[in-house]
């Protein structure tokens, strides 16, 4: 072999590098799950016309308009649920649907518009 | 090579056959051969048992040249990439845990990335960043020790 073969590894099973890599884990992973840890919970996202349009939490209640090629559609986020509250389209689909649930998704075609909760909702699995 | 070769794919099978909680996520015994094998006949043969365990675990789970096998040789890559660095990390610092380590976390990372890029564009992986890579270390270091109780028992 072309590799310098290393003489058998010391008794440590834990040098002190691997503690610094192990340690630099726990923080990077604190970090990232501290630094979004709001984040996480309940996610709407907005599209239209197929391209991602706006992501919102579910957390503060508010109205999104929406410009689609119609006109404006309403968003809207109250009690950490979401609906389309109001829509352009000529029969209203998307709007009678109501809230949506967690992981599903409401469409107005006429429009455009997609949302969709993705409050933990898995769309694929697969292995 | 293929006794090595072999013994990794047989732990990418059984592997398969564990049913676990969370997609994405698996112990990766495979990667202790990896290892294993590093540490006894260099990086070189590591790439070749690791190329074949990527290739041939695929074609008899199969996922040849799904996006699945794509996801493991983009793993097995950027960790091969990364021990042949770190094997030349100085020894009495850095043992299996740390390379075992340090591979998980470039495995994870690769995926992640071609998943972004490629697979899922329109979905913000970030939300599961911490999670995979928590997931990376605990295996990374189950691995590790596996693989320095093997390489100190004889």
Known sequence: MSEPSPASPSRLPLRPGDWIVLLCGCAMVAMLAWHQADSLEGRVIIRVDGRVYQEAGLRLNRIIEVPGPLGVSHVEIHGGRVRIADDPGPRQRCVRQGWIPPGGQAICLPNRISVENAAAGYDTLSY | ?154
């Open chain 2, 1 to 154: 090579m293929a006794g090595l070769a072999a013994a990794a794919i047989g732990l990418t099978l059984a592997e398969a056959a564990i049913p676990l909680p969370i997609p994405g996520v698996k112990p990766g015994l495979a990667n202790i051969v990896t290892l294993l094998v590093l540490y006894r006949y260099g990086w070189r043969m590591a790439a070749w048992v690791a190329g074949l365990r990527v290739v041939a675990g695929a074609l008899a789970l199969g996922q040849f040249l799904t996006p699945a096998f794509v996801l493991s040789l983009s793993g097995g890559l950027a960790s091969l990439l990364v021990l042949a660095w770190a094997i030349h990390l100085p020894q009495r610092w850095f043992g299996p845990v740390g390379l075992s380590v340090l591979a998980a976390g470039a495995h994870i990372v690769a995926q992640l990335l071609v998943v972004d890029l490629w697979l899922l564009p329109d979905i913000r992986l970030t939300a599961v960043l911490p999670l995979f890579l928590g997931a990376a270390l605990v295996t990374g270091l189950a691995n590790g020790l596996i693989s320095h109780h093997l390489l100190t028992r004889r």
